[in-house]
């Protein structure tokens, strides 16, 4: 009896230990093995990590059919079935096919000129679209400003207490040095740029796509610190028609439409907006820390198709009349008092032809016209009053080969401003630019591409630039990239800046052509990107390191005769790095953005840290999202303390948002809780001093909205 009760175990225990079979498989393309691609049992409902050599083992099955997902960022995943025990002893191959439809994969880059996908791009290229770029716009439908400010290692620089002007400041430089471009379009530059990115709504854009250092090669002078192109929508294969209703708890409506259709060889666009607030003082100061202003925006585009010329023609016309300071005044309560008034008219012309010439050869011609009106009047009947007309031509010449890619071109911009102010400074100028550029995309094998550029730009009043360049990515695997890049910038003088901005141009002199020159740059970036997924959560890590050097930069001194711009004895160096870390996993999102900024003034020998420039700040973003149903979205962003021009030390802070939006087929609402936190400067800091009917304005590096609740409508037909 014990014979037959040790024989049956052992038979039972034989039998269980030859149901256990192991997997052993090798991950691969067929460029090579796959290391960090990932295989998951659905019946074990467990998975494992390939390892360097793209070798997983998986122990444990049990006989028969056992199902298998294998995945790896940027590949196709595939299911794949094996009956246990298998045949064979010998390793298993399975081989993933790169992904053709991935959305990352798919998104077109214009600004580099090349039209190539964002992950083939050697230059680093920054995309906020699609969903992002919805969820932005339900946080602000009114401007671009807060859809610029929350990413990573971008800061829009508040430059008026009451008007709320600001500016865009790229990895702690002055807004001055970002170049802002519509649709490839230098349309906002010099005076131009004042109140830009507050009059510019996102509701026709897109996708807005940011490149970070020097970039004067592709555009001419201006994009020291980086450019912004934002990217109009145009007609589709489906009509849209759509409409948003936004209103906020600070007095602010934005009613928005945009209209857009193919018809064969004929194409239409067209937007219009009206913004509008009432004056909003949330600390019961006094001041208005929002304005009270309307808008006015209209934007057709015209389309024509054909089978080897492509052209569109379109205007924009903006108008808007603004007034912050003294609440009280504005609302009629008392006859005087300390005011901020802007009224301006915006009107541009944009030209772009396409024409086919060969297969691989297309001519371009674009044109673009701008007019700017602006009458800027405050207290004691001081007023600033200008208008500026300035044009941009462009002809290249794009040829394409089978592992290269040349774009060869000539253009002229002019800048003319004239002073209407009945005064002694008139600030009045007229530049002219005459640019040559080469561009060359190399790919001599399918892992490594090398772009290198040179534009040569002669500049009235103050002589010839010479613009290098260079790009450079390698990629190791499907979901490892490396990229270097550099390159050379420059900036023209004018007095149109924060500073400037700041004083509302009181007493500040005319550029002196004969004693100032151009500023000028040399930096670079270095970049790593990392894509992964253990099981199903989906991992992506961007590490850049960046230096951007700015040598006699423009600095305000202060005399007897007024307030001079001058280019200064010294440097200014930004250096630093951004990590972008995203995770994914079923409808959530999380994405954490860090940005260290060392951002020195090196004048006469002495080096000091750059007012208004955080060290340290860090975005989080946590979305849930069921796909044309629902979002869900919580943010939190922390700034480290920042230097003052007084030589003060601001506050650190935090602000944080949570936004809604239930989705139906043709219509979604949502809701908007905007620095839920109450953060404002005003509640543990100062923004002016003396009285309030003639305040002296401190540095605005906080906000002074504090918490803001908007919500609203959008019809989609």
Same mark, same amino acid.
């Given at each position: 009896?014990?014979?037959?009760?040790?024989?049956?175990?052992?038979?039972?225990?034989?039998?269980?230990?030859?149901?256990?079979?192991?997997?052993?498989?090798?991950?691969?393309?067929?460029?090579?093995?796959?290391?960090?691609?990932?295989?998951?049992?659905?019946?074990?409902?467990?998975?494992?990590?390939?390892?360097?050599?793209?070798?997983?083992?998986?122990?444990?099955?049990?006989?028969?059919?056992?199902?298998?997902?294998?995945?790896?960022?940027?590949?196709?995943?595939?299911?794949?079935?094996?009956?246990?025990?298998?045949?064979?002893?010998?390793?298993?191959?399975?081989?993933?096919?790169?992904?053709?439809?991935?959305? =990352?994969?798919?998104?077109?880059?214009?600004?580099?000129?090349?039209?190539?996908?964002?992950?083939?791009?050697?230059?680093?290229?920054?995309?906020?679209?699609?969903?992002?770029?919805?969820?932005?716009?339900?946080?602000?439908?009114?401007?671009?400003?807060?859809?610029?400010?929350?990413?990573?290692?971008?800061?829009?620089?508040?430059?008026?207490?009451?008007?709320?002007?600001?500016?865009?400041?790229?990895?702690?430089?002055?807004?001055?040095?970002?170049?802002?471009?519509?649709?490839?379009?230098?349309?906002?530059?010099?005076?131009?740029?004042?109140?830009?990115?507050?009059?510019?709504?996102?509701?026709?854009?897109?996708?807005? =796509?940011?490149?970070?250092?020097?970039?004067?090669?592709?555009?001419?002078?201006?994009?020291?610190?980086?450019?912004?192109?934002?990217?109009?929508?145009?007609?589709?294969?489906?009509? =849209?028609?759509?409409?948003?209703?936004?209103?906020?708890?600070?007095?602010?409506?934005?009613?928005?439409?945009?209209?857009?259709?193919?018809?064969?060889?004929?194409?239409?666009?067209?937007?219009?907006?009206?913004?509008?607030?009432?004056?909003?003082?949330?600390?019961?100061?006094?001041?208005?820390?929002?304005?009270?202003?309307?808008?006015?925006?209209?934007?057709?585009?015209?389309?024509?198709?054909?089978?080897?010329?492509?052209?569109?023609?379109?205007?924009?016309?903006?108008?808007?009349?603004?007034?912050?300071?003294?609440?009280?005044?504005?609302?009629?309560?008392?006859?005087?008092?300390?005011?901020?008034?802007?009224?301006?008219?915006?009107?541009?012309?944009?030209?772009?032809?396409?024409?086919?010439?060969?297969?691989?050869?297309?001519?371009?011609?674009?044109?673009?016209?701008?007019?700017?009106?602006?009458?800027?009047?405050?207290?004691?009947?001081?007023?600033?009053?200008?208008?500026?007309?300035?044009?941009?031509?462009?002809?290249?010449?794009?040829?394409?080969?089978?592992?290269?890619?040349?774009?060869?071109?000539?253009?002229?911009?002019?800048?003319?401003?004239?002073?209407?102010?009945?005064?002694?400074?008139?600030?009045?100028?007229?530049?002219?630019?005459?640019?040559?550029?080469?561009?060359?995309?190399?790919?001599?094998?399918?892992?490594?591409?090398?772009?290198?550029?040179?534009?040569?730009?002669?500049?009235? =009043?103050?002589?010839?630039?010479?613009?290098?360049?260079?790009?450079?990515?390698?990629?190791?695997?499907?979901?490892?990239?490396?990229?270097?890049?550099?390159?050379?910038?420059?900036?023209?003088?004018?007095?149109?800046?924060?500073?400037?901005?700041?004083?509302?141009?009181?007493?500040?002199?005319?550029?002196?052509?004969?004693?100032?020159?151009?500023?000028?740059?040399?930096?670079?970036?270095?970049?790593?990107?990392?894509?992964?997924?253990?099981?199903?959560?989906?991992?992506?890590?961007?590490?850049?390191?960046?230096?951007?050097?700015?040598?006699?930069?423009?600095?305000?001194?202060?005399?007897?005769?007024?307030?001079?711009?001058?280019?200064?004895?010294?440097?200014?160096?930004?250096?630093?790095?951004?990590?972008?870390?995203?995770?994914?996993?079923?409808?959530?999102?999380?994405?954490?953005?860090?940005?260290?900024?060392?951002?020195?003034?090196?004048?006469?020998?002495?080096?000091?840290?750059?007012?208004?420039?955080?060290?340290?700040?860090?975005?989080?973003?946590?979305?849930?999202?069921?796909?044309?149903?629902?979002?869900?979205?919580?943010?939190?962003?922390?700034?480290?303390?920042?230097?003052?021009?007084?030589?003060?030390?601001?506050?650190?802070?935090?602000?944080?948002?949570?936004?809604?939006?239930?989705?139906?087929?043709?219509?979604?609402?949502?809701?908007?809780?905007?620095?839920?936190?109450?953060?404002?400067?005003?509640?543990?800091?100062?923004?002016?001093?003396?009285?309030?009917?003639?305040?002296?304005?401190?540095?605005?590096?906080?906000?002074?909205?504090?918490?803001?609740?908007?919500?609203?409508?959008?019809?989609?037909?």
């Amino acid at each position: 009896m014990k014979i037959f009760l040790l024989s049956t175990l052992f038979c039972c225990i034989t039998s269980l230990l030859n149901a256990q079979n192991t997997l052993k498989a090798v991950i691969k393309t067929d460029q090579g093995p796959l290391a960090g691609a990932s295989i998951f049992w659905k019946e074990g409902a467990k998975g494992i990590v390939a390892d360097t050599t793209g070798l997983v083992v998986l122990p444990g099955m049990p006989n028969g059919k056992q199902t298998f997902v294998v995945s790896y960022v940027g590949m196709q995943d595939k299911t794949i079935s094996y009956t246990f025990p298998l045949a064979t002893d010998d390793v298993v191959e399975i081989e993933l096919e790169e992904a053709g439809h991935e959305d =990352e994969e798919e998104v077109i880059v214009t600004t580099t000129r090349t039209s190539r996908t964002i992950l083939n791009t050697p230059t680093r290229v920054e995309i906020i679209s699609g969903e992002e770029l919805e969820e932005k716009g339900n946080m602000k439908p009114g401007d671009i400003r807060m859809l610029l400010n929350e990413s990573t290692g971008i800061q829009t620089q508040q430059t008026s207490a009451t008007s709320y002007n600001s500016s865009i400041r790229i990895q702690g430089l002055d807004g001055r040095y970002t170049q802002i471009l519509r649709d490839g379009f230098p349309l906002y530059a010099g005076f131009s740029g004042g109140l830009s990115i507050m009059q510019i709504a996102p509701l026709d854009l897109r996708p807005v =796509e940011v490149i970070k250092g020097s970039s004067s090669t592709l555009y001419g002078g201006g994009a020291i610190a980086g450019l912004v192109n934002l990217v109009s929508k145009t007609p589709g294969d489906k009509r =849209e028609i759509s409409f948003l209703a936004n209103g906020t708890t600070a007095g602010g409506l934005d009613l928005s439409g945009f209209y857009s259709q193919r018809f064969s060889k004929v194409g239409v666009t067209v937007f219009g907006s009206r913004n509008s607030n009432k004056a909003f003082d949330p600390a019961n100061i006094g001041l208005t820390a929002i304005p009270e202003f309307s808008r006015y925006t209209i934007n057709p585009r015209l389309f024509l198709y054909g089978k080897k010329l492509n052209a569109n023609i379109g205007f924009s016309y903006i108008t808007e009349d603004r007034i912050g300071g003294n609440v009280d005044f504005i609302k009629g309560k008392r006859p005087t008092g300390y005011f901020e008034k802007n009224e301006s008219d915006r009107f541009t012309t944009q030209l772009d032809i396409r024409y086919q010439m060969a297969e691989n050869t297309t001519f371009n011609l674009r044109n673009s016209y701008s007019r700017f009106d602006r009458r800027l009047s405050s207290v004691t009947n001081y007023a600033f009053e200008g208008v500026q007309q300035s044009s941009f031509s462009e002809l290249s010449l794009n040829y394409n080969r089978s592992k290269s890619q040349w774009i060869v071109g000539l253009n002229f911009l002019s800048d003319d401003f004239n002073e209407n102010t009945n005064s002694n400074l008139k600030r009045d100028y007229d530049y002219n630019t005459y640019g040559a550029f080469i561009q060359n995309t190399w790919q001599p094998v399918e892992k490594f591409t090398l772009e290198t550029g040179l534009r040569g730009d002669y500049v009235s =009043e103050f002589g010839f630039e010479l613009l290098p360049r260079f790009s450079a990515m390698y990629r190791f695997t499907p979901a490892l990239t490396l990229r270097l890049g550099g390159g050379a910038g420059y900036k023209t003088p004018t007095v149109f800046n924060e500073e400037s901005e700041r004083l509302q141009f009181r007493s500040v002199l005319p550029i002196d052509v004969n004693r100032t020159e151009n500023e000028r740059s040399i930096g670079g970036n270095f970049d790593i990107n990392y894509r992964t997924s253990l099981g199903e959560v989906g991992f992506s890590i961007n590490q850049l390191f960046f230096y951007t050097k700015l040598n006699k930069p423009l600095v305000l001194f202060t005399s007897g005769f007024g307030n001079e711009f001058k280019n200064a004895e010294g440097h200014i160096d930004t250096k630093g790095m951004e990590t972008n870390i995203k995770f994914t996993y079923a409808d959530f999102k999380l994405f954490i953005g860090y940005t260290y900024a060392d951002v020195e003034t090196n004048f006469n020998g002495v080096k000091e840290w750059f007012p208004l420039t955080a060290k340290h700040r860090l975005n989080n973003v946590l979305m849930y999202e069921i796909e044309e149903k629902l979002k869900l979205g919580l943010e939190a962003y922390y700034f480290s303390p920042q230097r003052l021009n007084d030589n003060t030390k601001g506050k650190p802070y935090w602000i944080a948002g949570f936004m809604a939006e239930k989705i139906w087929e043709r219509f979604s609402v949502y809701i908007n809780f905007e620095n839920f936190t109450n953060t404002r400067q005003s509640r543990f800091d100062t923004i002016y001093t003396g009285n309030i009917d003639n305040p002296i304005f401190r540095d605005i590096y906080a906000p002074v909205e504090g918490f803001v609740v908007n919500g609203g409508i959008k019809i989609k037909l």
